[in-house]
Nanobody, 121 residues
C-alpha cells in the first residue's frame, strides 16, 4: 500500500522559506499518471491545494501561491519537497502531501498524516 509521510520544521519564522519533504513508500513518484500534491488547511478554513508534481517532474501551482512556491524531487529516495518562500503568519496550517490519479481537481487517493507548521517569530 502507498504511504506518505511529511517531515520538516514545525516552526518557521516570517520571511523565511518553508520546506517540507514527503517520503513515499509502497509506490514510486515516477509512476506514470500518478500525481503528487501538496495541500494545506489553515485553522478554520477549507483545504487548499498548493501544487502538484507529476511523474516526470512537471509542476503546477495554485495561482495564489505560484510566485513563491516550488516543488522539487529526489527520485532516488522517492521523495518530493515543498518550498514556500517569504512566509507570513497566514501560511500557518496543517500541510499534507497526497497522491492523486487526476492532474486537476481535489480527489486524493492517499494522504500523509499532515504536519502542523506555524509561522511565528
Amino acid at each position: 500500500q502507498v504511504q506518505l509521510q511529511e517531515s520538516g520544521p514545525g516552526l518557521v519564522k516570517p520571511s523565511q522559506t518553508l520546506s517540507l519533504t514527503c517520503t513515499v513508500s509502497g509506490g514510486s513518484i515516477t509512476t506514470n499518471y500518478d500525481y503528487w500534491k501538496w495541500i494545506r488547511q489553515p485553522p478554520g478554513k477549507e483545504l487548499e491545494w498548493i501544487g502538484t508534481v507529476t511523474s516526470t517532474g512537471s509542476t503546477y501551482f495554485s495561482p495564489s501561491l505560484r510566485s513563491r512556491t516550488s516543488i522539487s524531487r529526489d527520485t532516488s529516495n522517492n521523495q518530493f519537497s515543498l518550498h514556500l518562500a517569504s512566509v507570513t503568519p497566514e501560511d500557518t496550517a496543517v500541510y499534507y502531501c497526497a497522491r492523486s490519479t487526476i492532474v486537476t481537481g481535489a480527489r486524493y487517493d492517499y494522504w500523509g498524516r499532515g504536519t502542523q507548521v506555524t509561522v511565528s517569530s
